[in-house]
């Protein structure tokens, strides 16, 4: 027997304790879902799912240095990423819909873009790849969708999110960015109110004083009520400040955590999708 | 690093990854609100046992999954479904030796292949 022979019988045998494997396994998710085991049912179809998934990924190989392209020096680069939607015909049809383009088919590469918890998916995408200034979008032109569980993902348009979206979100790191920005302006406010009441806090011990040598009863009373008025007023804008500093700390660690894991965040303009695109897979 | 074998490592961690024991083990955990420290108290193991079930590094043997199964008081159904998950894991462990023993020769070829007569027909084929 030759050794093709032998390496074809081999590799049959291996495909075949495998299959034996699976045929199992789907023996037992049958079992489940007739045993009424939604979650066990629920929990093992997507881990084999997210086998197929995984495995299924077509692999080109990565390009060198030399070869690179411009536009893929410049993917490089990006950090905020977007994948417009362009025709959705309904919720219904997405399974089939295919998201057009003008890209050049041959060109086609491959990108595998996980959307978060329950999503995985991967779309073709044209070689084509339009950068919309001046906010530092990059719009993938997708030409197909392939992936049969497209219909977990929603995708809305590629409008750039406004003001009020960017403050609803704390997921982007431009938003991020943002909320620091804000709480640090709050902050200097705050601090010019403490100054403010320390100068006040002085000016009541002053009023002490001068409430002991007061002559009447109504002076002195009056002393005593603007001293706890200032003193109350002190410790609340303490507070104020103190809690804003917290607060201003824990966004900056949270937005240097998003940057040292170099993902690329997109908000949709209706703060429903985030699309979470690691950036070595712009590569891929 | 070649193209293939990259290939071949990527499916290779696929199927390491794929253990319907550790899904069902980790649900119930779960679910029961127990977590894998407390498990390893009840069933006499170090945690770094079940952390090392859980990672796929160990793989447990037939009589602890009884015994997970009596800690964490799962009625009959269920306890059926992590021993029969623990069959299909230790079935799939099996078959996995040989495509290990391939990638260390350096076979990347057969570990592709494998991979692409197992799943990419099935494609677009869900466990409905």
Redesign the interface.
Known sequence: MSSSANRNDKLDGIVAAFEQAFSEFHEMVTHCKDSSLDDEARVLTSSYDSLVTKISIPWDPPPSPNSMSSTAVWQEEVDVISVPSRKFASDDDVNTVLLNSSGDQQARRRLHIDLGEIQTADFDLAQDILRTPPDDKLTFLVNSVTEQKIDRIIIQNDSIPTENDQEKDLSGEYNIDKKVASLRKKLKGNFLILVFSILFLLASIGLIAYSDSASTITLRLLSLVAIMSVVTLSISFTSIVFLSWVRGKMLSEQMNEIKEAKTSVRLANDARTVVLLPRELVHA | M??EE??AT??LS??K??N?FV??LD?YLN?EGISPARLAEMIHVTPSTISQWRSGVRFPKADMVYHIAVALSLPF??G??LI??W??AN??R??LA??EE?FRNEDYR?VI???E????H??????N
Do not use: C, H, W
Request: net charge positive; glycine share 4%; no cysteine.
């Open positions: 070649s193209s990259v290939k990527s499916i696929a199927l990854n794929f319907p899904d069902m649900l679910n159904d269920k059926e479904a029969k998950g069959e299909v079935t799939i099996v078959s040989y495509l391939a057969t292949s494998v991979g007569r197992l799943f990419l099935k494609k677009n084929v869900q466990t």
